[in-house]
C-alpha cells in the first residue's frame, strides 16, 4: 500500500509540472513585441531611418527636455551623417517624423521646427523642447 501512495504521488506530482507549453498567448510574453522591423519595443528599441536599424534614441540621439513643467517626458534628434536631416523621436508617438533643411540649421516639417544651434523644437510655432 505504501508503494502505491508514492508511486500515485509521483505520477501526480510529474503530471502537473506540464510539458513546458503555457496558456499564455505570445503577445503577453515579455520581449515579443517585435514591430514590423523587428524592433522590441519593451527593451527601449525603434527604428531609425537614419541608422537603418533598430536603435534606443536616449543612447544615440540629443535629448531634449520639455518646457512644460507638467510634461516629464523627453523628446530626442537624430542628425543625417550629412547633416541634411534631422529624425525627430517624440513622447508617445509610435514612429520618428524626419525634418528636413536646405541650410543645415533650421529643420522643418509641416507642424516641426529644429534648431541645430540651440536644440529648440517648436511644434505648431511653440517653443516645446530644449
Request: aromatic fraction near 10%.
Amino acid at each position: 500500500m505504501k508503494n502505491l501512495t508514492i508511486f500515485l504521488f509521483t505520477i501526480f506530482a510529474l503530471s502537473s509540472c506540464g510539458t513546458g507549453s503555457s496558456n499564455a498567448s505570445k503577445e503577453q510574453m515579455t520581449g515579443n513585441d517585435k514591430d514590423a522591423h523587428g524592433c522590441i519595443g519593451s527593451a527601449g528599441f525603434t527604428w531609425s531611418e537614419t541608422y537603418q536599424e533598430c536603435v534606443r534614441a536616449w543612447e544615440v540621439g540629443t535629448t531634449l527636455k520639455p518646457l512644460d513643467s507638467k510634461s516629464t517626458s523627453n523628446a530626442y534628434v537624430i542628425l543625417s551623417q550629412d547633416h541634411s536631416k534631422v529624425e525627430l523621436f517624440l513622447p508617445d508617438s509610435r514612429s520618428s517624423v524626419m525634418l528636413e533643411s536646405e541650410d543645415h540649421e533650421v529643420f522643418v516639417s509641416s507642424k516641426y521646427e529644429y534648431h541645430v544651434d540651440n536644440h529648440h523644437l517648436k511644434i505648431d510655432g511653440k517653443l516645446t523642447y530644449q
